[in-house]
């Protein structure tokens, strides 16, 4: 055999080894074609609108308040009672105001009713420009002619004689308590 033929031989089966392996792809495609085509394909989820979600909602909300919004028929007017006036009693008027106690004459300020009791001090009105010192009423003494009063100068109770003290008359001296010395 010669060069030429065997070169043609080997010409030959190359041309029929490139038409099998055309063959052998076009086969295979052919059923990856037909394999993709018959497999169940994946569901294509819907995009979701949502504006047009939210719109629909809001449109629909207030379709609902507009039509809860209608007011019911009105009721027929009553009729309305008068009303009657009444005469009411004038309130209390205040209490007066009344002058503070005051001590207006030199006076000795006791730990109780007398000089058996021990002296807290000595109230000298003359040293005010009105010549009163004013005190504040805490009691009435349950010794008749004293009473007993803030001390001025300590700010503690001290009992002094009635007759060093001057009080407003319109003083309701009721709502005062009543109290008893401590023993001398």
Known sequence: MTDKNKMQKQKGKLVNIKFRLQKIIMILLSIASFLSACAPQTPVTPTVDIIGTTA?????????????????????????PTPTFTITPEAPTEKPVLDPPSVVTFAGCWAGP??????????????RKSGRQVVTLLGV?????????????????????????????????????????PAP
């Not at 007398?114 to 040293?127: A, Q, R, V, W």
Request: proline letters at 15%; a negative charge.
């Open 114 to 127: 007398g000089d058996t009791y021990t002296l807290i001090s000595n109230i000298d009105p003359s040293i």
């Open 56 to 80: 629909a909602q809001l449109a629909a909300r207030m379709l609902t308040e507009t039509a809860a919004a209608i007011p019911p028929t009105p009721l027929p007017p009553t009729e309305t």
């Open 141 to 181: 003494g349950s010794i008749p002619g004293w009473y007993i009063i803030r001390n001025p100068y300590f700010n503690n109770p001290c009992w002094i004689q009635a007759e060093n003290l001057q009080l407003d008359p319109r003083m309701e001296l009721a709502d005062y308590p009543v109290m008893t010395p």
